[in-house]
């Protein structure tokens, strides 16, 4: 049912509001005591009312893919009441664990991902990874739901080919020379056009997975085997001109249909393409990083929607390179988790929800990745008392088994940067496990 209410009966709510009320359904469960309200406010400042969880019309966001981001996502959205069901194709996933409700299937399944996405009806769904059916998604919207930041931008970000056209061929962006091959020969042939070093990363991968260097031409072999191993589509690879730079970036940067903000610039260091290391701020000239937030801007509104985008780029000098984006909060970015007052899992939630963006920088720190040195269906990580102190913590994701090189947790240290990247590794130099 719904009601208009006049000014003079609105209170200190001001102009004319139009508040819908939305009673649940009888049946088992159902809560007759407790509406759920959403109230519209015309010519006056906007307000969100918030409803409970766990209720027929509760607001509800859906994960797509359940790991140690994707948790921090759930435990924001939680902190503002909102219903959260994750997803995954394994059990006991580290957002499975802090979620309202959990389901596995398989994600690139499209009648599965859709039969789910229709059945839990949510208000928003949060693709968390590539590994996901796109058909399925694009249906969902059609039928009404909210995708973040929407369908044809998971579409393009979760293929490298489809972004990287997009961001040097329609939008002008500044990137590396690349090639796209099929085949061992085309693998070589480009290699041979681009030049040595050079970089192979299937079109479809995550995490580093697939990813090697061509330093010679033995290589060459190799790095195919290796692409073709990775998990993601690998029929097809992207052969990149290794790019000399000084340092390399992440750009966090949230948006709503009102406003873009930008996080400070993150600095990192990867292994094998997967982050071990980061740190806030990342020192360089301001010249540089308005360079790269209008780069960051063009893509993150070319793609539209609303969220936060993990906008990587390559510097050398003044010259600033694209190299990927991902629409969602980024692995690099954990380290807001100690740096910011509003994380960049809290302000993704807050983009996704179209809240207002601003946050403090309240000042640098590092964070680094532990990984794995055993394969285990029980994982235990000895973590000595010093990991724990005035300036620095631990973040365990309780991922349910292990095998060399997965990732389980994250040292995060409040310190100048120098000082934060030292602690940070040496916090995970001394867990075992």
Wanted: aromatic share 8%; hydrophobic share 45%.
């Amino acid at each position: 049912m719904y009601k208009q209410i006049q000014p003079q009966a609105a209170g200190t709510l001001g102009s004319c509001v139009l508040v819908l009320i939305f009673y649940p359904e009888s049946g088992e469960g159902a809560d007759h005591e407790t509406p759920c309200i959403f109230i519209f406010h015309l010519n006056t400042e906007e307000i969100m009312l918030f409803t409970p969880p766990l209720k027929s019309r509760s607001m509800k966001i859906m994960l797509l893919g359940s790991g140690e981001l994707g948790k921090e996502v759930v435990i924001e959205a939680a902190r503002l009441g909102l219903e959260t069901v994750a997803v995954d194709s394994y059990p006991h996933a580290p957002a499975h664990l802090v979620a309202n409700r959990s389901h596995v299937i398989d994600m690139k399944n499209k009648e599965a991902l859709l039969d789910l996405i229709r059945r839990e009806k949510p208000a928003f769904i949060l693709p968390e990874i590539e590994a996901l059916s796109i058909e399925a998604l694009e249906d969902a919207e059609k039928e009404g739901f909210h995708v973040i930041p929407n369908a044809e931008a998971v579409r393009k970000t979760m293929n490298r080919k489809n972004i990287r056209e997009f961001a040097e061929k329609e939008l002008g962006l500044k990137t590396s020379a690349y090639r796209f091959v099929k085949t061992h020969g085309e693998l070589k042939a480009a290699a041979g056009e681009l030049g040595l070093p050079c970089v192979v990363k299937p079109v479809m991968s995550s995490s580093g997975h697939g990813q090697s260097v061509i330093r010679c031409e033995a290589d060459v072999a190799r790095a195919w085997e290796h692409a073709k191993e990775a998990r993601g589509d690998a029929s097809e690879l992207i052969v990149e001109a290794f790019v000399d730079f000084d340092y390399e970036i992440t750009l966090l940067t949230a948006r709503t249909e009102k406003e873009t903000v930008f996080c400070e610039p993150i600095g990192h260091i990867q292994e094998d393409g997967d982050y071990v290391l980061s740190w806030q701020p990342m020192d360089m000239p301001e010249a540089v990083l308005r360079k790269a937030q209008a780069m960051a801007k063009t893509i993150t509104e070319g793609l539209g929607g609303r969220g936060i985008f993990g906008v990587e780029f390559f510097v050398s000098k003044d010259e600033v390179y694209f190299s990927e984006v991902s629409p969602r909060p980024h692995d690099t970015g954990m380290v807001t988790l100690i740096t910011q007052s509003q994380s960049e899992f809290a302000l993704h939630v807050r983009a996704v929800l179209g809240l207002p963006l601003d946050f403090v920088f309240y000042g640098p720190g590092a964070s680094a990745a532990f990984k794995s040195s055993e394969k285990a269906s029980l994982p235990m990580l000895e973590v000595p008392d010093t990991a724990f102190s005035q300036n620095a913590f631990i973040r365990i994701f309780g991922k349910p088994v292990s095998h060399v090189g997965r990732r389980m947790a994250v040292a995060l240290v409040f310190d100048a940067v120098e000082a934060a990247r030292k602690k940070a590794r040496d916090i995970v130099a001394s867990i075992r496990g």
